[in-house]
């Protein structure tokens, strides 16, 4: 649709204007999973920009009123999402609530922070998505509270083979306000990045274990 390319086209803007997005080829970054990255996207810091974060809540708002239409609840992934996720239920009037990766070990012993009822509707809202798995995680722990899961709205994901199998296997339904196909174009055109720099982040999203080994 059209106003998600204007979405997204703006937040590549934002996201290399204020350094959120790293991209160094020579000097990869590593992941928590031992990934090894030409890229490296931080979206905690969209959250010191009020011009930037306001405009991120509104398209995650508008991204959910145009394609899930009525929702009972929003619910954040813990805990790179939390505040995004307060800030899009805030814009929408409605609850709140987020997931933990897993339970505390001391109190409640909650995974899910805040009030939820059997059978509300449910929009997950993520801040990057890689391979899916801790996004799911989340899904997974909804569903199991007997919600209705309609679908996750992130930032950014990295469009990973990996995750879109993750994600149609667990039946969800994902959209990202921008991703790494329009982020690579954008910084190109910014010269943020330079020509010969293209066909690494092209294999590395191919296959991105194996690249850099």
Known sequence: MDFRND????????LLLIK???????????WASGIKSPIYCDN???LSYPSIRTFIRQAYAKVITEE????????GVATGAIAHGVLVAEELGLPFVYVRASKKDHGLE???????????SVVVIEDLVS?????LSTVRTLRGQDCIVKGMVAIFTYNLTKAIRNFEKENCILYALTDYDRLIQKALSEDYIRDEDLEALKQWRENPEAWGK
């Open 7 to 14: 979405i997204s086209e703006k937040i590549s803007e934002f």
């Open 110 to 120: 909650n995974v899910i922070e805040g009030k939820i009822t059997p059978g509300q």
């Open 68 to 75: 899930f239409g009525s929702v009972d609840l929003i619910a």
């Open 20 to 30: 959120a997005v790293k991209l160094n080829v020579a000097d990869p970054f590593t």
């Open 131 to 135: 391979t899916g798995s801790t996004s």
């Open 44 to 46: 905690r810091i969209t």
